[in-house]
């Protein structure tokens, strides 16, 4: 029967061991694991000693008592019943219950440890493995999203400024966090000391101004260290956070700003194409609701929906239309020339006369993009929306407008999926937004949009072709500038937009292929191609300069700020350009800037040059930079 227990003890040794192993991430749980284990080991060993005086029942009870004693360091490993035992078993019997009596007390603190808030975590995150270390800022439904997505075993992933207390311990968030493996610390990602090379900051707290201030402490922190694998996410928005993070020196850290909002926005119009609503070489937005997310939208419609030979009209609902378009018209005043139509209606979507206004504006809509900062309302504004435009119009069962909505909550946005996906009667709603779609590791930093948008700015820095060095030093600068991020994002999302212009076909919500791009390669080896293109490249840089807040310079107005020091022909920060003009005006501005910067200068080279270098575009896309 000795013979027996031992291996039935070594069994479950070596198994809890393995599991333990395999659970190392988890403290909390590898303790508790270890801990039943060795109550187990403990018990079986001591079995067949009481098993020579009492019966089974009363030997497993005695036993157990004993492994529990052990557990506190109350029980010596004497006994008063020895096993006539000899030899090997001798030795390996006696040495593993050795092994159990030490390691027993180690895993009963560490239990004990484990149960009292953030003590177990800090150790836990001295013995942190992995090659990269993951630190976010707050333990949020988001970040455990984010975290959730890129989770894997070579990494350790740490969330800050959580204070766990007894009724915290088992929040649904907190045990999201332990499946993963995760470190819950009281302290600011800022104060805590750093074991890794390659690192990365994720400033996603609900307070935008905490993440802008604590990613300054940061850069402040870390600017001067020779650690090149620096690298810090900050979620925020705003032309503040902008200019905060430009102003600054960030050394060899690489910042970049994740604006949720315009992510949603931009994602939206690269899967959903605004060329797919086209009714008669028109399409008619309608945006309901202009809080941030309807405003970047509006934004984003203006320079996306710069397609050749169509008519872009934007009707805007909102409760304070009027406000909304006063600060639009102060912030961004080219936009409201004869060049763009955009409408601004003032009524609430609960209001009596809701349906009065889309009679009267929007009958003639092609695509609609409901986001007034509420799930509820948006789901019910956008089922209304849905009955309103099948009952006016006939034509509406065939050809019914597109309808977005922003539904954030994950589960509202399922319903949403439920109710386009009914096979009776589909409302053919498609909520965008989601926290569990928008924040993926893939979508935030690998997709192939944001790989375009590098190529992009590689392109404009002549580095699409160069050695790894020179493409490294160029992306410097496309981390550097909040700016060179986002215009080079707008110009890769626009691609596909110029190919449906040359009549490319089924490019909508997909990616890319490579028989597309060689397509498209090759009708650009006709010269007026490349004319129609270009002309159409900075039609659309137009319009997103303008929603960036950007106004025509003048001639006088060049010649003033290069008199003064400011060597280029564009003023950043009074956003001053001075090409913001026609197609057919640029070689006139060319020459007269030529002569004020004393070399020659041609403007409409650059929209030719990036035209011509969208294949190579495409193509590097598919490979990582």
């Known amino acids: 029967m000795t013979f027996y227990c031992f291996i039935f003890a070594l069994f479950v040794f070596i198994i809890t061991a393995i599991v333990v192993i395999k659970n190392r991430r988890q403290f909390n749980r590898s303790v508790q694991i270890m801990l039943i284990g060795i109550i187990g080991v403990i018990t079986i060993l001591m079995f067949p000693m009481y098993r020579v005086t009492y019966d089974s029942i009363t030997s497993i009870l005695f036993s157990l008592i004993y492994a529990l004693r052990a557990l ?21 019997y006696y040495f593993l219950l050795y092994v159990a009596f030490i390691i027993a007390p180690i895993f009963t603190t560490g239990f004990l440890v484990s149960v009292f808030g953030n003590i177990g975590d800090k150790i836990h995150y001295y013995i942190l493995g992995g090659k990269k270390i993951h630190v976010f800022s707050d333990l949020n439904e988001s970040a455990v999203y984010l975290c ?43 104060v805590i000391k750093i074991y890794k090379k390659d690192i990365s ?57 994740i604006d ?13 194409p605004l060329f797919e609503n086209i009714r008669n070489n028109k399409i008619s937005a309608l945006i309901i609701g202009c809080d941030y997310t309807g405003m970047e939208m509006l934004k984003s419609i203006i320079w996306c929906g710069q397609i050749d030979d169509v008519e872009l009209e934007i009707n805007v609902i909102d409760k304070a239309a009027n406000e909304k378009k006063k600060q639009l018209k102060l912030q961004c005043p080219e936009l409201f020339s004869d060049e763009y139509k955009i409408n601004f209606i003032q009524t609430d979507v609960k209001n009596v006369d809701f349906e009065d206004v889309l009679e009267k504006h929007c009958k003639n809509t092609t695509y609609v993009v409901v986001a007034t900062g509420d799930d509820k309302i948006n789901i019910d504004t956008a089922v209304y929306l849905r009955k309103y435009f099948l009952r006016k119009d006939g034509s509406h069962f065939f050809n019914k407008p597109t309808i977005y909505l922003r539904v954030r909550n994950a589960l509202k946005n399922k319903q949403v999926d439920m109710l386009r ?76 937009y110029k190919m449906f212009s040359c009549g490319i076909k ?43 807040g950007y106004v025509r310079a003048s001639i006088d107005n060049v010649n003033t700020y290069f008199s003064v020091g400011n060597n280029k022909h564009v003023h ?45 575009i495409l193509y590097k896309s598919n490979n990582d930079i």
């Not at 311990?169 to 009281?186: F, H, M």
């Not at 004319?531 to 840089?541: F, M, N, Q, S």
């Open 72 to 92: 506190t360091g109350c029980q010596s490993v004497d006994v008063s019943h020895k096993v006539a035992i000899e030899g090997w078993l001798y030795y390996g």
């Open 148 to 190: 959730e997505s890129m989770n894997n075993k070579k990494d350790s992933f740490v969330f800050c400024n959580t204070k766990l207390s007894a009724k915290d311990k088992d929040t649904e968030l907190v045990r999201r966090a332990r499946k993963i493996g995760a470190v819950i610390l009281d302290r600011s990602e800022q």
């Open 201 to 257: 900051f994720y400033q996603i707290s609900k307070d935008k101004d905490y993440n802008i201030n604590s990613t300054l402490s940061l850069i402040d922190k870390y600017k001067t260290s020779k650690n090149k694998n620096i690298n810090i996410f900050t979620f925020s928005s705003g032309i503040t956070t902008d200019l905060l993070l430009d102003s600054i020196d960030k050394g060899q850290i690489r910042v970049k700003l």
């Open 260 to 272: 949720e909002i315009k992510y949603s926005c931009y994602t939206l119009l690269d899967q959903a």
């Open 421 to 496: 996906n009914n096979r009776k009667e589909s409302y053919d709603l498609h909520a965008f937004g989601s926290m569990d779609k928008t924040f993926v590791a893939e979508n935030l930093f690998g997709t192939t949009l944001e790989k375009k948008s590098k190529c992009v700015h590689l392109a404009y820095c002549d580095s699409l072709d160069g050695t790894c060095d020179e493409k490294n030093k160029a992306l410097e600068s496309y981390y550097d500038k909040e700016y060179n991020q986002r215009s080079s994002f707008a110009s890769a999302l626009h691609i596909k």
């Open 506 to 548: 089924n490019i909508s919500g997909q990616e890319i292929s490579v028989s597309q791009a060689k397509e498209f390669e090759d009708m650009l080896c006709d010269k007026n191609v490349v004319e129609k293109i270009a002309k159409l490249e900075h039609k659309r840089w137009n319009a997103f300069m303008r929603t960036e």
């Open 572 to 616: 950043y920060l009074a956003k001053l350009h001075p090409t913001l003009v026609e197609w057919n005006e640029l070689d006139t501005v060319s020459e007269e800037i030529s002569k004020i910067i004393g070399h020659k200068i041609d403007f409409k080279q650059y929209d030719y040059d990036i035209v011509k270098k969208i294949p190579d």
